[in-house]
């Protein structure tokens, strides 16, 4: 299985976000949102949002080796 550690990655994002925002995996769909809904999303720690984005479409995020 190959593994990104540290890179950028298209995604589609389930919320919409903004440059700069923390990245977080909603565990129920497996969706890229920015919301921190902290009952049920986890932070993807290192990871931020490089390009803004609606619900539905695709940002770029980085990813920090964490």
């Known amino acids: ?5 540290v890179g950028r990655v ?9 440059v700069g925002d923390t990245v977080y995996v ?7 949102s920015n919301t921190s809904d902290t009952d049920t999303n986890i932070e ?10 609606s619900a539905g479409d695709r ?6 080796g964490n």
């Open 1 to 5: 299985m190959s593994v990104l550690r």
């Open 10 to 18: 298209w995604v589609t994002v389930d919320s919409g976000a903004a």
């Open 26 to 32: 909603v565990p129920d769909t497996g969706r890229i």
């Open 44 to 53: 993807f720690t290192g990871a931020s949002f490089l390009t803004a984005a």
């Open 59 to 64: 940002a770029l995020i980085q990813l920090n």
